[in-house]
Every structure is written in C-alpha cells, then in structure tokens.
Nanobody, 120 residues
C-alpha cells in the first residue's frame, strides 16, 4: 500500500489548512487511518485517528475542537481539516494506515509527510 500526503504550507496563526492523503495499492476500507506530526527536536505524536467506516474518531487533546479528521472511502482519501492554527502546530504531518483486516495493531504504513508552518 502507498500513501501520499499533500496540502501543507505556510499559514498565519488563526488560519486554516486541509491536508489530504491518498491511499493506493489495496482496498482503502480495510485500513484505520491516522495523522501524526513531528516538530523539530520533538517526538512524533498522534494527532487524530479514524476507523475504517469513519464512524469513530479520536484526537489529541492539543487539537480537539480545532482539527477534524474525515475520510472518503470512495476516493481512498483521508483528510485533516485544521482550523485555528497555532504556532505550536508547526510540524511535518504524516498520514498512516493500520491494516485492521489483517489484525494489525500498529500503524505500519506511512506517507512521506507534508510540512505545515504556522507563522505567529
């Protein structure tokens, strides 16, 4: 399976961006999806997850109420809508897939990352 994330960029604090991640290679609906981020000098952190059907989502406390994860199984794409961006949201954002259909417990498949920079 291949993942390709895009949509990052430079935005002022308070602004919005929408990240997209296209998945190819296998049936998209077999995967739970997640967005992660890594800021310079920091550990990678989980930002949001969504189940295979899209019926359940979860968020890091730091982004709750500002970010929304969604998916379109017909388009094999997962999104991360980011509103009210803060300087501390600056990071490289990665999408990842967990193969639930194979009983996978971890996010094993990763995209290449897209840079989000928030100017204060």
């Amino acid at each position: 399976v291949q993942l390709q994330a895009f949509g990052g960029g430079l935005v002022q604090a308070g602004g919005s961006l929408r990240l997209s991640c296209g998945v190819s290679g296998r049936t998209f609906s077999r995967y739970a999806m997640g967005w992660f981020r890594q800021a310079p000098g920091k550990e990678r952190e989980l930002v949001a997850t969504i189940t295979r059907s899209g019926g359940s989502t979860s968020y890091a406390d730091s982004v709750k109420g500002r970010f929304t994860i969604s998916r379109d199984n017909a388009k094999s794409t997962v999104y991360l809508q980011m509103n009210g961006l803060k300087f501390e949201d600056t990071a490289v954002y990665y999408c990842a897939a967990r193969d639930v259909a194979d009983g996978g417990a971890d996010f094993r498949f990763w995209g290449q990352g897209t840079q989000v920079t928030v100017s204060s």
